[in-house]
């Protein structure tokens, strides 16, 4: 059972890998890959290892505000007397932006829809793999990616770590 597995029935799943399949078996085998693409620049000596369909987690605290009886009678002209109360509830909402995760020899660069980010792999605090998912955490900032197979994410990481 993959991480996102538990989420409402409207969460995303990857159903097709756009990863040549000669470069998944590459990565599991060991070995590091280079995958020609023009979608992306790379730096010096910069090879991309990993390109693959992704969607991004983004947590969003949205509140409700609810207001619970009260009157307010007007005594005089601009003066109100306010009974009554209110009360703020807050609940997490998962907005998911659609995108490509491409791993690079120095790089991990996610290019979505109004989401985007491209992280060093000298900041990579630690990786969570799962079947469907992989978590990547760079200081205090966590990103939740949603991929076809989160072991071969884990796999590019460790090889170009």
Do not use: W
């Not at 790379?42 to 992704?54: H, M």
């Amino acid at each position: 059972m993959g991480l996102f597995d538990m989420f409402t029935p409207r969460q995303q799943h990857i159903n097709e890998s756009i990863l040549p399949i000669a470069a998944k078996q590459q990565l599991l085998a060991g070995n590091v890959p280079q995958i020609n693409t023009n979608s992306i620049f790379l730096k010096n000596s910069e090879k991309c290892v990993f390109i693959d369909k992704a969607i991004l987690n983004e947590h969003v605290i949205k509140k409700i505000y609810r207001h619970t009886g009260g009157s307010s009678p007007g005594f005089f002209k601009g003066h109100r007397i306010n009974y009554g109360s209110g009360r703020a509830r807050e609940y997490e909402d998962i907005k998911q932006h659609k995108g490509i995760l491409y791993i690079t020899t120095k790089r991990v660069i996610f290019q979505g829809q109004g989401k985007c980010f491209d992280k060093q792999h000298k900041y990579l605090s630690s990786i969570d793999p799962y079947s469907n998912a992989v978590v990547l955490q760079y200081g205090d900032k966590s990103f939740e990616l949603i991929v076809s197979d989160g072991n071969v994410v884990n796999a590019a990481l460790r090889l170009v770590n």
